[in-house]
């Protein structure tokens, strides 16, 4: 089975930081990793794709990339919207799948 | 627009099979190369991939709960069913169905289940 680590566990940040959230797997994957975001009370909403790809709909302030093992999400400025849990996903190994444990973003 | 609604139980003995039903609307569960899965989340914590079943009938497990898990599909009534056995208080969780490539296109809006005597 393919692990799939994220760090931090949580993290504190003020509105207009850069937030970095790293997700790193137990082998390579080939970019197939998806990032989630996820609020209180509501089912995932799927941000990113292929590892870099924004889903449609989703603010520019986001932003993945990475390769082979490890890859990263990045928030450029923190809007007050974007205090939530952040989940990665592999589907490399599609139809079995592994999520990261998630991030949550707080305010400082 | 495909929209997914779970049902079933909210409340479940310790040794007993949970069973939850997934509604689609919106499209044919049987008419595109597509999963359709379920995904839990104990309270407070983290997602889990529970399984999935192909438009063919192809099921695939977690391999942590595979010995407990059936999914099932009704392609007369449009909908897809998890049944997990043997559950415990470890169960708990918000249950979500969900239809999906690579990763998920369509959540369902969750239901909780808790396990309980």
């Known amino acids: 089975d393919i692990q799939m680590t994220q760090s931090p566990s949580s993290l504190s940040a003020s509105v207009g930081d850069r937030v970095t959230i790293t997700c790193r797997a137990s082998?390579?994957?080939?970019?197939?990793l998806a990032w989630y975001q996820q609020k209180p009370g509501k089912a995932p909403k799927l941000l990113l794709y292929a590892a870099s790809r924004l889903e449609s709909g989703v603010p520019s302030r986001f932003s993945g990339s990475g390769s082979g093992t490890d890859y990263t999400l990045t928030i450029s400025s923190l809007q007050p919207e974007d205090f939530a849990t952040y989940y990665c996903?592999?589907?490399?190994?599609?139809?079995?799948?592994?999520f990261g444990q998630g991030t949550k973003v707080e305010i400082k | 627009q495909l929209q997914l609604q779970e049902s079933g139980p909210g409340l479940v003995k310790p040794s007993e099979t949970l069973s939850l039903t997934c509604t689609v609307s919106?499209?044919?569960?049987?008419?595109?190369?597509?999963?359709w899965g379920w995904i839990r989340q104990p309270p407070g914590k983290g997602l889990e991939w529970i399984g999935s079943?192909?438009?063919?009938?192809?099921?695939y497990y977690n391999p942590s709960l595979k010995s407990r898990v059936t999914i099932s599909v009704d392609t007369s009534k449009n909908q897809f069913s998890l049944k997990l056995s043997s559950v415990t208080a470890a169960d708990t969780a918000v249950y979500y169905c969900?239809?999906?490539?690579?990763?998920?296109?369509?959540w369902g809006q969750g239901t909780l289940v808790t396990v309980s005597s």
């Open positions: 079943i192909y438009y063919s009938g192809s099921t």
């Open positions: 996903q592999q589907y490399y190994s599609t139809p079995t799948w592994t």
């Open positions: 082998q390579g994957i080939s970019n197939s």
């Open positions: 969900a239809n999906y490539g690579d990763y998920v296109d369509y």
């Open positions: 919106g499209g044919s569960i049987s008419s595109s190369s597509y999963y």
